[in-house]
Nanobody, 115 residues
Framework: QVQLVESGGGLVQAGGSLRLSCAAS????????MGWYRQAPGKWRELVVS???????HYADSVKGRFTISRDVDKNTVYLQMNSLKPEDTAVYYC?????????WGQGTQVNVSS
C-alpha cells in the first residue's frame, strides 16, 4: 500500500510554467511505476506521463517537449515540470502509483491555464 500527497498546481497564463510534486509514503523503488494523469471537465482521465522504478518514462504526445517528469529518490517524490502551458492543459492532475494490479491515487490538484 502507498499514500500519495500532491502539491503544486494553481492558475497560470498560457505560456507559463508550473511544477507539481507527489510525495509517496514508501520508496519509489518499491513502486512499479508512478506518474501523472489528468482529467478535464467532461473528459476521461488520461495519462500524462509515467516513470517506472527503473527510470523509463512514457509521455503523452500532447505534452512531449513541454512536460518533464523527474524524481528525488531520497525524498520518495516525483515531480512534474510543466512548461509552455496551454489552455487545453487545464484539468485536475492526479498522481498515480501502480503496484502489481493495484492503482493508488493522490487527491488531485487543479491546474488552470488562462488564455
Amino acid at each position: 500500500q502507498v499514500q500519495l500527497v500532491e502539491s503544486g498546481g494553481g492558475l497560470v497564463q498560457a505560456g507559463g510554467s508550473l511544477r507539481l510534486s507527489c510525495a509517496a509514503s514508501r520508496s519509489v523503488f518499491s513502486i512499479d511505476s508512478m506518474g501523472w494523469y489528468r482529467q478535464a471537465p467532461g473528459k476521461w482521465r488520461e495519462l500524462v506521463v509515467s516513470i517506472t522504478n527503473g527510470g523509463s518514462t512514457h509521455y503523452a504526445d500532447s505534452v512531449k517537449g513541454r512536460f518533464t517528469i523527474s524524481r528525488d529518490v531520497d525524498k520518495n517524490t516525483v515531480y512534474l515540470q510543466m512548461n509552455s502551458l496551454k489552455p487545453e492543459d487545464t484539468a485536475v492532475y492526479y498522481c498515480n502509483a501502480k503496484m502489481g494490479v493495484i492503482d493508488y491515487w493522490g487527491q488531485g490538484t487543479q491546474v488552470n491555464v488562462s488564455s
